[in-house]
């Protein structure tokens, strides 16, 4: 069974930084891209980052130049490095996989985060 838990989400001041974790379990994690996804309220679930098994990455335009997605496979963990916050930011931050050859995708339960103004 396919397991994401996240962690790391919390309320942070405008300009701070954050964290998130992700760790799979029930998956071959070296063969699944990993991606960061957000909703906010009343929006719908929108891209954040994703980065493939190879290590390629790829950003939303909202959040080009302050976030940085990494990998551990030793580790089954995806990292979101979250620097200058904004108040826009505020979301539910959902993990996500996607294997290589056939696509199935699994989503974490989620970990809020909250930038406070």
């Known amino acids: 069974q396919v397991q994401l838990v996240e962690s790391g989400g919390g309320l942070v001041q405008a300009g701070g930084s954050l964290r998130l974790s992700c760790k799979a379990s029930g998956i071959i994690f070296s063969v699944n891209a990993m991606g960061w996804y957000r909703q906010a309220p009343g929006k719908q679930r929108e891209l954040v980052a994703v980065?493939?098994?190879?290590?390629?990455?790829n950003y939303g335009d909202s959040v080009k130049g302050r976030f940085t997605i990494s990998r551990d496979n030793r580790k089954n963990t995806v990292y979101l490095q979250m620097n200058s916050l904004k108040p826009e930011d505020t979301a539910v931050y959902y993990c996500n996989s996607k294997r290589n050859y056939d696509y199935m995708m699994s989503w974490g339960k989620g970990t809020l985060v909250t930038v406070s103004s």
């Open positions: 980065i493939t098994s190879g290590g390629n990455t």
